[in-house]
């Protein structure tokens, strides 16, 4: 009897280890660089809150990040910010996308949260991250992880909301908002920043109302001109344009 429950806990620590090491090797094969020497993201910036002048970010209107170097799994960068007054700041910095260890981040304007290409739902943006993927959306025709997560901080005081959508094939922050909320003082930061144009891939360009509202007029002058076309036309030439549209 001994033996026998020997034997179940041996193949039961025999099978959890192999799985350990088949989620590992599984984050092994998907933790790779999606990005390349010479790739750049330009995001645009907005920032409020009561806390927003004390931010890196005040001021700042859009932010280039731009792919300098890769060596492995690290990703070395260069971030240039554009202010409203019309300065600009550049700095570099570094993020290794296999563990998420970075340098020099603390002088960046916006923290650019680049992360493993190919990450699925569910599996952590580093290992032992509290970060992972909610569910997969379509942005830009592109398959795009979603993250929605809040945390309470300052024992409790502080409720801080991130909203983040990386590329799945490149592991590059798409959309990012972070809303930081005090007990009884309201929103203390809510800053966002948006990817509007990048060599890496094409960006169309979504309808707005004016958009929509311009192609509206078009067709509804070629509407006007076809119909002054008709009217102007001799009857059988009328009855021939109305056989071959039909």
Known sequence: MKKQFSLTILLVLLTVSALSV???????????????KGNSFEYTVSLSGSDAASSRANGVTNVT????????TLVSYSLEAQFQNGTQRNVTASVDVSNGQSENTANVVIPWDLVAANLGIDDPTYPNSSSWANETV???GRPTDHSFQTSLEQGGAENVTLDTYWDEATGVPVNVTEIDTVTGQGVELNMSYALVATNAWTILPEFSPQGTLIITMMLGGIAAALSLRRKKMPLPEQAALVNTAT
């Open 22 to 36: 088949q989620l590992s090797l599984v984050y092994a094969q998907s933790s790779g660089v999606g990005v390349q």
């Open 65 to 72: 990040a731009t792919v300098s170097s890769l060596t492995g």
């Open 138 to 140: 379509n942005v830009n």
